[in-house]
């Protein structure tokens, strides 16, 4: 039985990880390589711009955040003179990038948003001096939280950027892969291109990811958007719709494990590609893995011993239920808590919708947007061996005494994702597993008792 | 004209550096230096400062989820992971579009009272962020309102990101809220000595379960030493612990920056008096810190003991250190992000000086550097010291390149030793590189030594930095075989290249 607990729908506190709508156009636009961002507010944000613009480096690009060095003194006096002294001088290539860029994103911290800072009127007037387009978007932190200013930025790209289209339509644009809440979703979302190429699906657009200001231009092309969230965007929607490339807003399950890749692929390769490349393309992948692990009794071991384990699993709505169904699924673990974070209600309907199903062969609860505190505590009295989370909630968890893998989140911090080797598909399920043995140890290896066991020389004589 | 020079900079003793700076935020410090706005904010500074340290008070955020994230992005996590603080409970009033425009105290309220039932903490702080502070919304009212319906003792303490230079300014008004925190002595421990301005790092000891701590262990044995006993190090512990700081007889500065406001406050409400020596570190500035209590205490003659003692057993590798390092130049990188935080790099610097080498400081920013007057009190007026800093744009919070620092002294990788702090020490294979530049890792932030201060104090911390110096003079006589972070961001990342640079170089 699936039982769903939301404390949440009864007060406006929360208490989860959930990084504000400027976070959401810099993780867009940072996969745009062209086109620089330029930060106007406070530093604390600014810093979070930072270091989560780094996601899209591993096998992607660079495209610098740069602050315009917004203080106190701006927050009374404005600070607009700021903004268009640092628009200028990346619009002539002397700051942070070495010739013009295709563009130039503005966004803006919450203090300059509530002084009423006019950064469409100052972005027009760089534009019109210097001929580079600079697109400002109003997302403060308190406009909503990564996904809606993902939805914002998406919006002001194809008012800006993308022609009506009348010819021909083919393939998918997959959208916002860095909402999946995989904390390798650089090196998942490449694979899932090469998985859905593979199938004969065409991917038009990831929007986005190793793009230039060009490439977003080919967006009417596709026949369909396929979002890598749950979260509901209605405003992407009705213009995609009316650019005629309609939206999959029912949730599809993320292609994490074996039993999900097969689902994910075949759906999306039936629909927009062709099915029997795409059951091929699965029997060589698995043919690849039985290569490491057929017969391998160190496999053997370790499959054994993870059967009838006891997991929770804590994270953005699509990871966190796939990876629910691929632990259950696949290596036979009992999930007994799920947290799933989301901005808007369907996010967690949509999960709750894909897990419901394992409520018949499955007793677990499900916290739709839970604070950090409930969280631990359901996990506490579940009684489980480990927990799947992010890197954020780890101290939280290991405080409980529960060992903890991160898989969740982003890429950025502290995640060992070095290896460009995906969690996603077919192939991804030899790094899943590698990784749930690892935090498997850490749940079994007697090392407490090792310590007190240990051989001290000379203990023991008279 | 050298390159840096060409470029606007120029060497000033660290006084006169200071002096020669306009005040911050205005448009004539905007003009030299264009773009500065730091790393952090008040805010999270403040929701570091109080939260974590104290396991048992929860920070409630009046603001976005937004502000909320960006201190777990990075250094709630960071400092739990590293720093063995606890898991921080944020709660947060989630604070919207339409809360900007109609207010958001029923909010605040009906969360204060939900934390004070779920979380029951003994102490609820609430802070505000950028948009809550900026509209006005009434926080002293609501907590007055909420009367017996919440338990807790609940206090307000204002922090606007956008408040005051991240590193100087945010920090100092930090001073007065932390007292404020604190209960009127009911006795005064005689032989009790408290600790400020340790940041970063709880009470905890390896002995309790640390990996790798020693800072506290560092300062109860300088205090320990002279027969005096550790009363609190701040910030730390509980609710219980930091109330009770007050009954010490003396605070002692581990940094000027967090220490000196509290130490203001704490004798202006509470009258206890304090010492402004911070960081001991070489075998002088230990003794000097040592010294400065002992007087105050009336125990010259312990402290002379026990400092003869424990530099005796140091004496000889402080002699091995500095006949390898005795007349290089000492490049003291202050941080090539932030470029923040001079006080331990320049305590890192007297430790060199002690050594005989001639310390260079670059890459503090200018407005961390005139926000931060505190540390050129503990530095200048205090100790003493007066060092050649590197004045300039730093347009954009852009470090100046360690190589160009070297052109411009005209020094070989031979005649200097390289420290730096925080993250991103400069390496580029085939020029710059520890295989053939001596570099030390200073930063507080990636300094781990088992058995050791991290943050280099004291005794075991002084031995600790000699050892590391020594081996990293030696590592880099190998002039060769680079470091992998090194050929990562060099253009000739092999060996084979080297020649090829060099003799590309000649002609």
Not at chain 1, 53 to 79: C, K
Not at chain 2, 114 to 129: G, S
Not at chain 2, 265 to 273: D, L, N, R, S
Not at chain 2, 449 to 471: H, N, P, Q, W
Request: aromatic share 10%; hydrophobic share 40%; proline share 5%.
């Amino acid at each position: 039985m699936m039982d769903v607990v939301s404390t949440a729908a009864e007060t406006k506190m929360r208490d989860q990880f959930q990084p504000g709508a400027f976070i959401g156009t810099i993780l867009t636009t940072s996969g745009i390589l062209d086109t620089v961002n330029v930060y106007h507010g406070v530093s604390g944000c600014h810093a979070m711009a930072q270091h989560l613009r780094g996601d899209h480096v591993p096998n992607g690009g660079y495209v610098p955040v740069v602050g315009t060095g917004f203080l106190e003194n701006d927050a009374i006096m404005g600070g607009a003179k700021k903004l268009e002294q640092t628009l200028r001088l990346v619009a002539q290539g002397k700051l942070a990038v070495k010739a013009p860029p295709q563009c130039i994103w503005i966004s803006m911290s919450d203090c300059p948003a509530v002084g009423g800072e006019d950064i469409e009127g100052v972005a027009r007037g760089v534009t019109a001096e210097t001929g580079v387009k600079i697109i400002a978007v109003e997302n403060a932190g308190f406009k909503g939280g990564v996904a809606r200013g993902t939805e914002l930025t998406l919006c002001k790209i194809l008012d800006e950027f993308v022609e009506p289209y009348d010819g021909e339509r083919e393939g998918i644009n997959l959208i916002a892969p860095f909402l999946m809440g995989s904390a390798n979703w650089p090196f998942d979302i490449d694979h899932m291109v090469e998985m859905l190429k593979a199938a004969g699906v065409k991917v038009n657009l990831v929007l986005s990811r190793n793009l230039s200001l060009a490439d977003v231009k080919r967006f009417p092309m596709a026949a369909a958007n396929v979002p890598l969230t749950y979260e509901e965007m209605p405003d992407f929607v009705k213009r995609s719709d009316a650019l005629g490339v309609p939206t999959l807003t029912d949730g599809l399950v993320l292609p994490y494990g074996i039993g999900n890749s097969e689902e994910w692929l075949l759906r999306l390769a039936d629909e927009y590609g062709d099915g029997k490349k795409a059951r091929a393309y699965l029997l060589s992948e698995m043919d690849e893995i039985k290569k490491v692990v057929a017969r391998n009794f160190n496999f053997s071991w370790m499959a054994s011993f993870l059967s009838d384990k006891y997991a929770a699993v804590c994270g953005y709505a699509p990871f966190a239920a796939a990876l629910t169904r691929y632990l259950f699924h696949d290596l036979n673990i009992r999930v007994k808590v799920v947290g799933l974070w989301s901005e808007t209600e369907a996010g967690v309907q949509r999960a709750t919708e894909i897990l419901d199903p394992l409520g018949d062969s499955l007793d677990f609860t499900v916290l739709a947007n839970p604070t950090y505190f409930e969280l631990g505590e359901a996990v506490k009295n579940a009684n489980v061996d480990f927990v799947v989370g992010s890197m954020q909630d780890k101290p939280l968890f290991k405080g409980y005494g529960i060992p903890h893998l991160n898989l969740c989140g982003f890429y950025y911090f502290n995640n060992y994702n070095f290896i460009p080797w995906p969690l996603a598909g077919v192939k991804g399920s030899l790094r899943l597993f590698s990784e749930v043995c690892r935090v498997v140890d850490d749940a079994f290896y007697e090392s407490e008792a090792w310590k007190k066991l240990n051989f001290v020389p000379g203990d023991g004589r008279i | 004209m050298s390159k840096l020079e060409a470029q606007g900079y120029r060497w000033l003793p660290l006084k006169e550096a200071f002096d020669s700076l306009p005040e911050i935020d205005t448009a004539e410090f905007n003009e030299l230096c264009p773009g500065y706005e730091g790393v952090w904010c008040r805010y999270l500074w403040t929701t570091t400062y109080f939260q974590q340290f104290f396991h048992d008070v929860v920070v409630v955020t009046h603001g976005p989820l937004s502000c909320t994230a960006a201190v777990k992005n990075f250094k709630q996590t960071h400092y739990s992971l590293h720093s063995a603080l606890p898991f921080a409970h944020s709660p947060c009033t989630n604070m919207d579009e339409n809360a900007v425009i109609m207010g958001g105290t029923d909010i605040l309220a009906d969360t204060l009272k939900r934390v004070d039932r779920e979380y029951r903490p003994k102490l609820i702080i609430v802070t505000d962020t950028c948009a809550s502070y900026m509209i006005h919304d009434d926080v002293d009212a609501v907590i007055a309102n909420l009367g017996a319906e919440v338990e807790a003792k609940v206090v307000y303490t204002p922090s606007p990101g956008f408040a005051g230079v991240q590193c100087g300014k945010a920090v100092e008004a930090m001073g007065p809220l932390v007292a404020a925190l604190m209960d009127p002595p009911k006795d005064i421990d005689q032989q009790g000595v408290n600790v400020l301005g340790v940041y970063y790092d709880t009470r905890f000891t390896e002995a309790e379960g640390r990996k790798h701590g020693g800072n506290t262990e560092a300062y109860a044995h300088l205090i320990e030493g002279l027969g005096l006993k550790v009363h609190r190090i701040m910030n730390a512990g509980g609710y219980d612990y930091l109330r009770t700081t007050p009954e010490a007889r003396v605070n002692t500065i581990h940094t000027a920056m967090w220490g000196y406001p509290v130490a203001r406050a704490m004798e202006e409400q509470f009258g206890t008096p304090w010492l402004k020596r911070q960081l001991p570190m070489g075998l002088q500035g230990t003794k000097d810190w040592v010294m400065e209590l002992a007087i105050f205490m009336g125990r010259e003659e312990e402290a002379e003991r026990f400092t003869k003692a424990e530099e005796e057993k140091l004496l000889s590798l402080f002699e091995e250190t500095k006949k390898l390092v005795e007349g290089k130049v000492l490049l003291v990188e202050c941080s090539r992000n932030s470029q923040a935080k001079y006080g331990e790099m320049l305590a890192y610097a007297r430790l060199g000086e002690e050594l005989g080498m001639q310390p260079y400081v670059y890459s503090l920013h200018p407005m961390e550097f005139k926000s931060q007057i505190d540390d050129l009190i503990a530095v200048n007026e205090v100790e003493g010291m007066n060092p050649p800093v590197l004045i300039g744009p730093y347009p954009y919070h852009q470090p100046v390149n360690v190589e160009d620092v070297m052109a411009d002294l005209g020094v070989n990788e031979d005649q200097c030793l390289y420290i730096y702090d925080d993250v991103f020490p400069y390496a580029k294979s085939g020029s710059f590189d520890p295989c053939n530049v001596p570099r030390y890792t200073t930063s507080s932030q990636m300094k781990r030594v088992k058995g050791s201060s991290f943050l280099g104090v004291g005794y075991a911390g002084t031995g600790a930095t000699y050892r590391g110096i020594i081996e990293s003079v030696k590592a880099a006589r190998r002039k060769s075989k680079p470091t992998f972070y090194g050929r990562v961001w060099s253009s000739t990342p092999f060996e084979f290249q080297f020649a090829q640079r060099k003799e590309r170089a000649s002609t």
